[in-house]
């Protein structure tokens, strides 16, 4: 029989401040990045609790 440990719950390392970090679906927010040409891309993050940084979550394509 399978169990579920976690929930949906995704671990990080901080690229800022190096804190080990456990964020949920609901900690995640979107932004949007305007572009100079084409168009406007969505990114996804999460703030630090320690350092109040962004870390984005998915790459930004160039
Ligand atoms: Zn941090």
């Known amino acids: 029989m399978i169990k579920v440990l ?3 719950i995704r671990k990080i390392t901080c690229p800022h401040c190096k804190a080990k970090l456990q964020y949920e679906q609901e900690d995640i927010r979107e932004a ?11 990114y996804k993050f999460i703030t630090c609790p320690d350092c109040e940084n962004e870390i984005i979550l998915t790459p930004i394509k160039k």
Not at 32 to 42: Q, S, V, Y
């Open 6 to 8: 976690e929930h949906g």
């Open 32 to 42: 949007i990045k305007p572009a100079i040409l084409g168009e406007d891309e969505i």
